[in-house]
């Protein structure tokens, strides 16, 4: 038995085709090609390239719940990019551990931030940085965090977790902010 469901009225490849027969498709730079009336990729979910920027882009901002993925007892939290780095809007690293620990218990299923329910979430420390960010708007809505000094105009306290690697030789702070590149 074959399934003709994605070929029904409204779904996206019977859209697709109409607009593929009537020239008002857009190929995104993925590769993939998507009704006209599609603002993102279908696929990849990257913007349509005609759509205009939005007013906003390239403005320092500070970061709210909606531009956040979700909030832990007062903390916002959000995913840098696909390799398991956060960011933690709070100067203190405490909460950021506990905030930062339910996000990837609740949202991400893991056991915990360490991924491994036999760890001691002290040890996460060893992968938490405390510093100061620069929030930017990107063209696609989405936002880039930038390292930054506590002086800086428009600059917000943070803790920013890399994923668990070598323990750094020696841990020590450093003394200039290293935030990972990445961007949501």
């Known amino acids: 038995m074959t399934d003709t469901t994605h070929d029904a009225p409204g779904s ?7 607009d ?4 008002r498709f857009w190929k995104c730079r993925c590769g993939e090609r998507n009704p006209g009336t599609y603002d993102t990729c279908h696929f990849c979910q990257r913007p ?19 531009d956040m993925e979700d909030c832990f007892d007062g903390v916002l939290v959000a995913s840098l990019g696909e390799d398991g780095d956060a960011i933690a809007v709070t100067g203190v690293k405490r909460q950021a551990l506990e905030a930062l620990d339910q996000y990837y218990r609740r949202v991400c299923g893991q056991p915990n931030l360490l991924d491994d329910a036999d760890a001691d979430l002290r040890d996460a420390y060893y992968w938490l940085d405390a510093g100061h960010a620069l929030f930017t708007r990107r063209a696609d809505g989405g936002w880039t965090a930038t390292a930054a000094a506590e002086g800086t105009p428009g600059a917000v ?28």
């Open 12 to 18: 996206y490849w019977y859209e697709l085709a109409a």
């Open 20 to 23: 593929e027969k009537a020239g």
């Open 48 to 66: 349509n390239p005609t759509e205009q920027p939005a007013d906003d882009t390239g403005r320092v901002f500070t970061p709210g719940p909606d």
């Open 157 to 184: 306290p943070v803790v920013w977790f890399q994923s668990p690697g070598p323990v750094p030789e020696p841990y020590a702070r450093r003394n200039d902010p290293q935030l990972p590149a990445a961007s949501v």
